[in-house]
């Protein structure tokens, strides 16, 4: 079902839509107002200090200070000290490759080149994405100065300069996320989520009560749907927990999300309740509130059985949806006994420096490819022209690519607007109308704490509009704020300005022109090769060495799990792609965006039927069962492969597979209660048992929703 805003408006009301849709973006949401005051408060700060003390880089250390992590004091210590190590190993590095190639200009441009690439690809494929992240940005701002015509002493001095005042800009950020966090109590994950569902529970309960919905609930939807879950995600991606922990966290901000979306477009649809239909979306509603009260007590929310079918609602279409939607999040917590035990590190308890497979996908190989060619043309562009000003091109080429993972054509209007806003209108607009009359840092700091909040609060907003904040920052900053001085130049504003557009315009020349695909095309191929990950993650083991199979198995799970995680951004950028394929595309989307939740959970019921075929301590099953759970299982993969053929090709599904599992599964579950009184503890089949069914319904019903997903629709091949 499609959530709000999803198709594109009729040409007469574009405009309202636009206005609509910008409105939502800019709506204050919970927390978005301490948030965005952190973020000025931080970067401000740090403007002070670089103006008092006459120290370079203010413009690069003001934006790390704005755009800096603070999903959580602990990520943010742990942040910290990351930032030490990279910037550290940044400096060090760049300080004796600098000294090995300097005199040499071919040997200098290979080892920019390298640089260039090995940031790009760490950028992608490092399992510490914050330490890359901290050794590229100041190997890209440093690369440029040692360029300069200038004695070598200076250029080491430089250097050491930049790592001291972004690790500066890091202390300040923490600092400060130190007092914050000892004036605030609670949990940046579960209280969003927490409040989402208890605007779906208002909702439900006002359909219950016979009580006409109010503007402000149907506001506060809406603003959930557009707003969206990258945030939280965001928090999952940079969790320093288990594994566990991420999955079943990051199922269930999918679900949530899911819900949001089901009960925004509700809003908009009029249909009769009778008695017995109240008394069905009272149940729904009252398992809401336990669900937000468990998870606010830190405890796995408790399985849910609703009286009656979950389908079948001709009144109030979408309700069948949203009922189903709630009794799958308990089930994703279905190996946990509380929130508190995913603490632990990865099972396999050795930290790597590259994340799961990473070195056989090519994904980052190309990423790595096309973020050096980006910074590379840009380095030969402004030196063949020796425009050294203009530089700032390679560290826009890095900044953008912080962002260019999943992202599609809308960034690239981001990019543009952000830098044409933050350099020409707000950059240059303050150099003419407003610098000439500031001699003093209290009064640029006037000008700058709203400029700062501006962009904050559009960095704040959805993926949709994000990135425009992030660029408006970065223009405005790099023009009036990089040196220990009032910029009135309009020359340096310009050639900033000028190297902002350069790095833009080659980034869209390497990640829009190579390689490149339609957000849709990827969206799709993206979903089914998850599909198909699921179905070997069902055939594991598949080697008999344990320690093999066990690796092996996890990469997979942590493929799956980032591969959520992209479906989920290819499926916000096709809503800003245009062209023939547009309705198609879209149509799928929707489709997609209802079968993943519970591919979700599925894959986390998957993990835990795993730990029987691994026959791991607590988990061990008799030699004739365990062959038949190989048995359900390969014909459950089969299925699995099959519904990935459906969504890439349109093939039929096989018929009878869902009665065929129906079979095994039942010939499993005789075998089971024959086996439980000599060789299984007491309980042990019983869960097991849930387990499998639990199992079979998802995927069976995944099966009959994909083969009944219409021919003509989003699932035919692209041309």
Known sequence: MASIAQSLPAPAGRLAWFRRWLRDELTPYSGRTLLVARMVASAALVMIISMTFRLPYGGYSALFALTLSRESLEGTIRAVWMIVIGFALAGAYVLAAGMVVVGNPMLRFLWVAATLFFIFYAISATNNYGAAVRFGYLAVIAIPLWDRQIAPQDKVTGTLWLVGTLSMASVISLLLEMGYVALRRGNDLIDPLTERLACVQELLRSYADGRPFDEAMRSALTRFATLGTSRLRGLLRRSTKGPQYVQEMGALVALTARLVDLAANLTYLVGHATDA??????????????????????????????????????????????????????????????????????????????????????????????????????????????????????????????????????????????????????????????????????????????????????????????????????????????EFTIQTSLAVARDRVVGVLLGLSMMWLAFDRLWSAPAGVQMKKTFAANVRLLAQLAREPVSSDFRTAFERAYALRETINAHFDKVRSLADSVLFEFGSSRQRDLELRSFIRQWQPQLRALFLMRVTSLKYRLQLPGFELPENVRLLQQAYDDHSAHMLEEMAERIERNAPLAENSIEESQELLNGMIEEIQREEPAQLLPGHAESFVALLQRIDSLTTSLASEIAAFPASGGIQPHH
Not at 346 to 355: K, L, Q
Not at 457 to 479: K, N
């Open 277 to 482: 239909d109240r008394e069905r979306i009272g149940a729904v509603a009252d398992q809401i509130g336990r669900i937000r009260r468990d998870l606010s007590n830190n405890v796995v929310p408790r399985a849910v059985e609703f009286s009656g079918q979950t389908e079948g609602w001709p009144h109030l279409p979408l309700l069948g949806e949203i009922e189903k939607t709630v009794s799958l999040i308990p089930e994703i917590f279905s190996g946990s006994q509380s929130l508190g035990i995913f603490e632990p590190p990865p099972e396999d308890g050795r930290p790597s420096v590259f994340a799961p497979a990473a070195l056989f996908n090519p994904e980052h190989l190309k990423f790595g490819l096309r973020g050096g060619l980006a910074a590379i043309l840009c380095y030969v562009v402004f030196n063949a022209l020796f425009w050294p000003e203009i530089s700032t091109a390679m560290t826009t080429c890095f900044v953008t690519a912080l962002g260019t993972i999943g992202a599609s054509h809308q960034k690239q209007i981001l990019r543009f607007a952000g830098a044409v806003i933050g350099g020409f209108v707000l950059g240059m607009g303050a150099q003419v109308f407003i610098l000439p009359y500031i001699d003093t840092i209290a009064g640029f700091t006037v000008l700058f704490v709203p400029v700062a909040a501006f962009a904050a609060w559009i960095a704040t907003a959805s993926p949709r509009l994000s990135y425009l904040g992030v660029q408006v920052a970065f223009g405005f900053f790099l023009v009036n704020v990089q």
